[in-house]
């Protein structure tokens, strides 16, 4: 079955099909397949010798066996091993045999030809350095794989065989973390994965759960240009990705569009990217990292989401979220870190920065629209420059619905989850509260911009389970509020912030509290504190603030203190300022139970 090498350094041409009868044929050094027609059959394989092939998009090898040895090839087509890309019959069979071609030499190409529509019934491994380039050709999976049937499969690409339904990383891992296979790309295919109540009925909807695309223990690999397009609706639908990465390195997802399913999966591994995708019409979680270190989701667009899941989550340590357009948040637009729900495994988001997103709110009820930005688990995150609009507004505070939201932690051992927050330079509108910090070690909330909301600034610890506790606002502006501030913690600082037509400033209660330079503009009540153990105030500005006219009205600041002592109390330089009133009066403090201090002082500008 050798031929010999005086056949060498030539070129053959294959004119008719060839039954090579199950042999094994090993080429001479330098040869062309020149195919005019013809192919070559049933052969065990073929070994090549610097062999080239001449062939167009034509059928050229039918045969179960291998190509083997070396080849003189930078590209191959699956129509050379009999795929037709009509939307009818079946290619698997030709990807497979192209791509193990590929294998062979050690990478290459497969390309695919425009307009042409592959339909996909099994699963296609891939190998180190093969790239699949679209061309803007269609992949589109057979029904029958949806049928719960013993020829379900779970994935078109993937590195490593799935062998039961993806459900969301890490739930279903498949990987060992242990780097296999490296520098493979698909390029510019549309994905076509038709689930819908038809194809699906709606009670084996869950059976679904597909990934068109899984990396698994893979580096320096990317998708990109790849459009992923489903039926799924807001009845009928799947949480499950449909492009993942597990336990991968310096992989990425790049300008991609997703349609009617759910998106993109990161599980572990480090230095991943999901730069510049677009979602519309997602089920779930539109972009998931669960744990990892440094991965980046930046520049990515979202739309309409049906499930009220979080849009974007990361429970990856230094993990970068920047440039994110959120359209339609259906429940919260951010999320960093999860509940350490699993013994002995972290989901915090350490070292995290979540920066210059824009999050609007989507169709608001119950469950829609309701937290921009939710910080569950991870110490040491910025929050910076982002843009939050158009959440759900309700008309009294709850827990549960805020611009900015740290969940906080209700017992001792839980308290370094939220450490040394950042909250800085992000503008809020149009939420029923600002920013809320609840039991935090250490928050530092500067120069954000808060309008249109019921509360402004809400921050609470546990003064048992965390004493040390530190709230430091300042230069922060909040305009049109029912409530500007509401503060419960051991030790609060509150400087150069300016608060502009509130109903109420509202409440500094317990802890000690610094209330410097501030500015308070057309607030009907004026701070109230109840309980503090100190209270310094100092240089701040009041105008037209507190109702005028008797003294019953109201106070610029009223507090009861049944355990602070007066030399804990310091009022130094207020203006208080009402140049639109005849007769101005109210009161500067109203005094109740101060230890050692009996009356009320009062202010008449005459």
């Keep these: 079955n050798t031929i010999p090498e005086a056949y060498s350094d030539s070129t053959w041409k294959i004119g008719y099909d060839f039954d090579l009868e199950g042999i094994a044929v090993v080429l001479p050094n330098n040869i062309t397949l020149k195919f005019v027609g013809g192919s070559l059959n049933n052969y065990n394989s073929i070994l090549g010798a610097n062999t080239k092939i001449d062939t167009g998009l034509n059928e050229s090898f039918d045969g179960k066996g291998l190509l083997q040895g070396t080849w003189d090839l930078e590209e191959v087509y699956p129509e050379w091993f009999g795929a037709l890309g009509n939307g009818i019959a079946y290619d698997a069979d030709a990807f497979i045999k192209a791509v193990n071609f590929l294998n062979t030499m050690g990478g290459g190409d497969l390309i695919l030809t425009t307009e042409k ?201 230094y993990s970068v979220v920047r440039n994110n357009t959120i359209n339609a948040s259906a429940l919260t637009g951010i999320t960093l870190g999860h509940r350490n729900e699993v013994v002995g495994t972290d989901y915090g988001a350490d070292y995290s920065i979540v920066e210059n997103n824009h999050i609007k709110g989507g169709t608001v009820s119950i469950n829609t629209g309701r937290m921009g930005i939710l910080l569950q688990n991870g110490k040491g995150i910025k929050v910076i420059d982002n843009t939050i609009t158009n959440l759900f507004k309700g008309t009294e505070y709850t827990n549960l619905d805020a611009g900015i939201i740290v969940s906080g932690a209700t017992i001792i051992s839980e308290q370094a989850w939220h450490d040394d927050l950042v909250v800085e330079r992000n503008k809020i509108s149009s939420v029923t509260t600002g920013i809320q910090i609840r039991d935090m070690i250490n928050a530092k909330v500067s120069s954000n911009d808060i309008n249109d909301v019921l509360v402004g600034i809400y921050g609470e610890s546990n003064m048992a389970n965390s004493p040390n506790a530190k709230f430091v606002l300042n230069n922060n502006s909040i305009t049109d509020s029912s409530i500007a501030f509401m503060l419960y913690g051991p030790d609060n600082v509150l400087t150069n912030n300016t608060v502009t037509r509130a109903d109420q400033f509202g409440n500094l209660h317990y802890g000690h509290f610094v209330f410097n330079n501030n500015i308070i503009k057309e607030c009907r009540v004026g701070p109230n504190s109840i309980d503090p153990l100190s209270f310094t105030m100092k240089d701040n500005y009041f105008y037209n603030t507190v109702p005028l006219g008797t003294l019953e009205e109201g106070s610029v600041l009223t507090m009861r203190a049944p355990n602070m002592g007066l030399d804990n109390l310091t009022i130094e330089g207020t203006i208080i300022d009402h140049p639109e009133a005849e007769r101005p009066t109210t009161w500067v403090l109203r005094a109740f139970e101060l230890q050692g201090f009996v009356g009320s002082q009062f202010f008449n500008k005459n």
């Design 117 to 317: 529509n592959y339909v996909i019934d099994k699963e296609i491994l891939l190998y180190s350095n093969i790239s699949i380039l679209g061309n803007s050709a269609n992949i589109s999976v057979a029904l029958s794989t949806y049928d719960i049937s013993p020829n379900r499969f779970f994935a078109i690409f993937t590195t490593v065989h799935l062998y039961k339904r993806p459900f969301s990383a890490p739930e279903a891992p498949f990987g060992t973390g242990i780097i296999k296979f490296n520098n493979i790309h698909i390029k510019n295919i549309t994905f076509n994965l038709n689930r819908d109540g038809n194809t699906t009925p709606l009670n084996y909807m869950r059976s679904s759960d597909f990934n068109a695309i899984r990396f698994v223990d893979t580096e320096n690999s990317s998708v990109e240009n790849c459009h992923f397009l489903d039926k799924q609706t807001a009845d009928i639908w799947t949480l499950v990705a449909v492009l993942t990465f597990e336990k991968s390195n310096n992989c990425s997802a790049i300008n991609n569009t997703f349609n009617r399913c759910t998106g993109i999966a990161l599980s572990e591994g480090v230095g991943n990217i999901v730069d510049g995708n677009v979602m519309n019409n997602s089920p779930g979680t539109q972009i998931e990292v669960f744990m990892g270190t440094h991965h980046k989701i930046i520049n990515n667009t979202t739309n309409a989401q049906w499930y009220p899941v979080s849009t974007i989550g990361t429970s990856g340590k």
